[in-house]
Structure formats: structure tokens, C-alpha cells
């Protein structure tokens, strides 16, 4: 097997022209405390990261490099990773049914890539849209007509250089899919026909390779159910982020049964789950005014690092060239979590931490890599269905991995490669149910580092503020709400005796 670090080092770019968290017992006034900061964070649970003392090595770890991608399940990249609970172990899962809760005698075609799907769709318009665009949207001929009731290799039909549709998930959707933990819905509710049963052996692409050689985390569940706008909230806040006076447009609509009479991004109590873009940074020209997020003030995770002095940046790809007005066509406004933050607004000491991606290489290569970095690709490059393809993804993630390797930081690093949310994919194994949020459905997550496990596979139960755990326990900060506090800390993917 190649080494990684052979990969190349070129930017993480397009030239310029493209530019369970763990279930437990109610315990203890800290965690239910900090279940009420910044509202939407959940219910208390057992404190992990707080209380618990720290491995004797985790201060070996000087840096934290998180890679966080788009819209892949785990059993739809990692189903068939050995040693991993993936498909062979789903013969028990429920078969799909239909909108009437009938067995699906055979599987409808998967349909074709949406007319104009794009980031850059205003939020209204794509919110509202859905249900019509699949109604209206043609079968994809490279798939049989029909498929049998379980899942397909897309690899059999469509290589992962190509482009697939998007199966889209939204906060009640999700919800709807996993229809109380049995996982059968995902073909009815998401209108894309059989795609999502669809799946890629990833131990065939770069990362799959990587997460053979490192630890891969078989049960990370992400933390919210829908979108990757609260899904990077999450990551960030640990919290679902409020919206209390947001104008009828942008408004969820339920029936008295619950049912959805109309989509849109804001719960009827007033709470952001769905795409909506922010007032005070970059966001699509066309959007309208008082469809855009207020300043949010709600704490996170980079408020902690900087009142602590702890050196920080959000890398995001395309990043300097939507903040000077002309967007890559394929940059994603709604992946820029800090953005929205009235602390990161332009002009605050805080801007300075939200950085183009093209700033980590010149920090690595100066060896002056931050203690915590998060690193978002651009559109071409985040695996997200509709408009992006696996296998760019997969080959520049892994560069920059590589790139890392190569630098002075690697002998003190830890990186953690995840996805925002399942992106309207099938996953067999139920996600713990912990608040009205989450957890969403399983996703993928690699942890590469000179102290991670190597050839491993961790079967402990996380989700996505489990990074948020590992963050604050390495650098001693308080949690941000009761969902991180109660987080496993992904400990059980390393091995601090010796770097390896």
C-alpha cells in the first residue's frame, strides 16, 4: 500500500478560475445546566468530557485538523469495510415500504440529477421546491428500471468519477426515514427513487485506504436530523440555533397531526433546521432580505478557543472569493457555520479566524498550523451528491492529509475526517434517540494520527459533537451545551503509549 504521504501537494483547490454520543442516566446539576446554554442543545446527560480526567498522553496531540465532508451514510461508502457493522450485518433491517406502509415489491429507478441543482438555489425557493422538482424530474437510464428491495452498488452502474442525483434530506424527512428506528422509509419519503439504497466500497478510494491503516468509527451518528446547515451549527455549537421572529416565507407549516403542510427553514417555535442564509455574511445576491439569519449569539466552540487564547481558523474552499462578491458558482454559503455568528461578522476581531483554504498551506508549510483547525472544501470537492462526485472528494481530501503528513505538525497531530449529515442515504443500524434533534443517521468518520489505533475499528457510540468533546477535553474547555458534555470523546481511537 502507498503512502499517504506520497499523495500530492498541490492546494486543496480548483485553480483560481474555480475557485451514541453515549446514552445514559440523567446525572448531575453541571450537565443540566449546560443543557440550557444556547437553548436548542439538548437534554442533560451523563458528563463525559467535563468530569473525566484525561488520558496520560492526550497533551501529546498539539494540533486537531478536522475534514468535514458531505452527504454520505456509512453503509452507503463504508458498508462493505471489513470489520465494520455494515451490511453484512443488515439482513434483520426492516425492507423499505411504501408511503402506505407497504412492502416495496421491487425498487423504483433511481431518478436523474435535479435541473439546477446548486448550493446557490436560494433557500425559499429550495426549501418549497423539492416535492416538485422530483415529481417533475426523469429516471436515471443508467440504473435498471426496477431493483430488488435491498441495497445496490452504484459502482455497477455509475463509477464514482460521475455525478449521481441527490436523495436531499430535511429535518422532518430525516425523521420520517428513520420512522422510529427502522430505518424503512428512506425510498418513500425521499424521492429519488432507489437511491438511496444505493452504496460505494470505499476501501477502494483514498480515504477507505486511509481508514484501513488508521481507526475508522463504525457508530458516529450525525447530531442533528436534516440538513448541513444545522449539522454544521452542531458542529460548531452543539446547539440549534434560534430564530424566534422570522417571517412568515421562511416558516415550517404543520398540520394538527404534525404532517408538513409547507417546508421552509424555520420550525413553528421558531427554531433554524433548515437552509436559510445568513445576514451578515456572504450569502446568494438574489436571496431576499428578511429571509436572512439575524447575528446568532449563541456560544461556540471558537469563542471558547479564543477566550482561552488557544489559536484557531475555519478553512473554507473558495472562501476569499465569495467574501469579495464573486462567488465560485459551486461555493456553498450554507457550509460557512461561523458566518452567521454576530462575533464573526465583518470587521470583528473574530473575522479573522474565517479564512480562505489556501491560508492552511501557507500555515503549514510556515509550520504555524493552528492548535484547532476546521477545513471545509469547496463545492467541486465535498463529495456532495447532485453537484459534486465521490472520487474528487476522496483523491483531494486525501492530498491534503497527505500534505499534513509531510509537515512539521504531523508528529503532533490528530485528524478527524467526517461527513455533515447522510445526505438522504440508507443506513441500517437505528441512531440513538437523545432530544427532539438528533441523533441523525450514521455517517462516516476516520481518525489519522501518528497516536490513532492503527488498523482499527472503533465500535463506540459517538456523533458529531463528539469532536466538539475531544476539543474541549484536550484544551480544557467548558462544554457548550448538554449534548457535548455528554459526548464520548473519541478516546477509544487512540493509543498514547508510543507514536506510531
Not at 191 to 218: E, H, I, M, V
Not at 443 to 457: D, L, M
Amino acid at each position: 500500500m502507498s503512502d499517504p504521504r506520497d499523495a500530492s501537494r498541490s492546494g486543496w483547490r480548483r485553480p483560481p478560475a474555480r475557485v451514541a454520543v453515549v446514552l445514559a442516566l440523567l446525572a448531575g446539576v453541571l450537565a443540566a445546566l449546560l443543557a440550557t446554554l444556547g437553548g436548542g442543545g439538548g437534554s442533560a446527560q451523563t458528563v463525559h468530557n467535563a468530569a473525566s480526567p484525561s488520558p496520560a498522553g492526550l497533551r501529546r496531540i498539539k494540533h486537531i485538523v478536522v475534514v468535514y465532508l458531505e452527504n454520505w451514510s456509512f453503509d452507503s461508502l463504508y458498508g462493505r469495510f471489513p470489520g465494520a457493522d455494515g451490511l453484512a450485518l443488515a439482513a434483520s433491517t426492516p425492507k423499505q415500504v411504501d408511503a402506505h406502509g407497504r412492502v416495496y415489491a421491487a425498487l423504483p429507478q433511481p431518478l436523474a440529477i435535479a435541473p439546477g441543482n446548486k448550493p446557490t438555489n436560494p433557500a425559499a425557493a429550495e426549501n418549497s421546491a423539492i416535492a416538485k422538482r422530483a415529481a417533475t424530474r426523469p429516471a436515471d437510464a443508467r440504473f435498471p428500471a426496477v431493483l430488488a428491495n435491498a441495497p445496490f452498488p452504484l459502482f455497477r452502474y455509475v463509477p464514482p468519477q460521475d455525478k449521481i442525483a441527490d436523495p436531499g434530506v430535511h429535518f422532518y424527512q430525516e425523521q420520517a426515514e428513520i420512522d422510529g428506528g427502522k430505518m424503512d422509509r428512506f425510498v418513500a419519503t425521499g424521492k429519488s427513487g432507489a437511491l438511496p439504497l444505493g452504496f460505494y466500497d470505499a476501501s477502494t478510494l483514498p480515504l477507505g485506504r486511509l481508514a484501513a491503516q488508521y481507526t475508522l468509527l463504525d457508530h458516529f451518528f450525525h447530531a442533528a436530523y436534516g440538513v448541513s446547515l444545522l449539522n454544521h451549527f452542531w458542529l460548531i455549537s452543539a446547539a440549534t440555533p434560534r430564530w424566534p421572529n422570522a417571517p412568515d416565507a421562511v416558516r415550517i407549516k404543520l398540520a394538527p397531526d404534525g404532517k408538513r403542510l409547507r417546508d421552509g427553514a424555520v420550525t413553528p417555535d421558531g427554531y433554524l433546521v433548515n437552509t436559510a442564509y445568513s445576514s451578515i455574511g456572504p450569502h446568494p445576491a438574489q436571496t431576499k432580505l428578511d429571509e436572512l439569519v439575524p447575528p446568532l449569539r449563541n456560544p461556540t466552540i471558537g469563542d471558547r478557543l479564543s477566550a482561552k487564547g488557544i489559536s484557531w481558523a475555519w478553512y473554507s474552499g473558495g472562501w476569499d472569493a465569495a467574501r469579495a462578491g464573486h462567488p465560485d458558482p459551486l461555493f456553498q454559503f450554507n457550509h460557512q457555520p461561523f458566518a452567521y455568528f454576530a462575533n464573526y461578522a465583518p470587521g470583528t476581531p473574530g473575522a479573522a479566524h474565517l479564512q480562505d483554504v489556501t491560508a492552511l498551506d501557507r500555515a503549514l508549510a510556515s509550520g504555524t498550523l493552528p492548535a484547532v483547525s476546521f477545513v471545509k472544501p469547496d463545492g467541486a470537492d465535498n463529495e456532495h451528491p447532485g453537484y459534486a462526485n465521490l472520487f474528487a472528494g476522496e483523491t483531494q481530501a486525501a492530498a491534503l492529509i497527505g500534505r499534513i503528513m509531510h509537515s512539521s505538525a504531523w508528529p503532533s497531530t490528530a485528524i478527524i475526517v467526517t461527513y455533515d449529515e447522510n445526505g438522504g442515504f440508507w443506513d441500517h443500524v437505528s441512531p440513538p434517540k437523545l432530544d427532539r434533534w438528533g441523533d441523525g443517521t450514521r455517517v462516516p468518520a476516520i481518525v489519522i494520527s501518528p497516536f490513532a489505533k492503527r488498523h482499527f475499528v472503533d465500535h463506540t457510540t459517538y456523533d458529531t459533537t463528539s469532536v466538539l468533546a475531544l476539543i474541549e477535553k484536550r484544551f480544557g474547555l467548558q462544554p457548550l451545551s448538554g449534548r457535548d458534555a455528554a459526548a464520548a470523546p473519541l478516546l477509544q481511537a487512540f493509543s498514547f503509549g508510543a507514536a506510531g
